[in-house]
T-cell receptor, first 113, second 113 residues
Framework: EAQVTQNPRYLITVTGKKLTVTCSQNMNHEYMSWYRQDPGLGLRQIYYSMNVEVTDKGDVPEGYKVSRKEKRNFPLILESPSPNQTSLYFC????????????FGEGSWLTVV | AQSVAQPEDQVNVAEGNPLTVKCTYSVSGNPYLFWYVQYPNRGLQFLLKYITGDNLVKGSYGFEAEFNKSQTSFHLKKPSALVSDSALYFCAVRDSGNTPLVFGKGTRLSVIA
């Protein structure tokens, strides 16, 4: 089954403790992206990657890192999480090309206390 | 830079009545327009998209959307609403450049039995 898989789905962590949210897709997609969803703000893009070893900042990259060493994986790293990073995070992927449909993972609920 | 506006935070409609969820956009080039739906505690699911061609696009679950270039709109419609259509709906746009997909803030649809 074609899918985008994120882990963990739910996490409560403490300020300053590094964490990684993994994302993997099995559709051989070139494009991958991370979004965060906050009430009243919709989805905002954090980082995106057009292909292996190619990453770019989105609208809200501060406090986040990403890497794209393999085509299928695109982990999101919070080096020193803060409470304002409490949010619902989505990973997404698509084939290259402007009109191609983007597929989303189920989301990762992150709470930083 | 491209942008999307969903002017209504909430839309209420009676079951069996037609529904419309509004979306307007702004892009510098040709628009690629998408609608996604989010059910509680789930990821975003693709409904439909406009790339080129016929201005009326048909998608999943009986939804359709009309592309209007002069009004820069891409409203989502359904002839007869179901209670199960109650969810959060997102409009998104990207243009023909090397740009990411930009989402609106979402419209919560509530269908009342």
């Amino acid at each position: 089954e074609a899918q985008v898989t994120q882990n963990p789905r739910y996490l409560i962590t403490v300020t300053g403790k590094k964490l990684t949210v993994t994302c993997s897709q099995n559709m051989n997609h070139e494009y991958m992206s991370w979004y965060r969803q906050d009430p009243g703000l919709g989805l905002r893009q954090i980082y995106y990657s057009m292909n292996v070893e190619v990453t770019d900042k989105g609208d809200v990259p501060e406090g986040y890192k990403v890497s794209r060493k393999e085509k299928r994986n695109f982990p999101l790293i919070l080096e020193s999480p803060s409470p304002n990073q409490t949010s619902l995070y989505f990973c997404a992927s698509s084939q290259q090309g402007y009109g191609n449909t983007i597929y989303f993972g189920e989301g990762s609920w992150l709470t930083v206390v | 830079a491209q942008s999307v506006a969903q002017p209504e935070d909430q839309v209420n409609v009676a079951e069996g009545n037609p529904l419309t969820v509004k979306c307007t956009y702004s892009v510098s080039g040709n628009p690629y327009l998408f609608w996604y739906v989010q059910y509680p505690n789930r990821g975003l699911q693709f409904l439909l998209k406009y790339i080129t061609g016929d201005n009326l696009v048909k998608g999943s679950y009986g939804f359709e959307a009309e592309f209007n270039k002069s009004q820069t709109s891409f409203h989502l419609k359904k002839p007869s609403a179901l209670v199960s259509d109650s969810a959060l709906y997102f409009c998104a746009v990207r243009d023909s450049g090397n740009t990411p997909l930009v989402f609106g803030k979402g419209t919560r649809l509530s269908v009342i039995a």
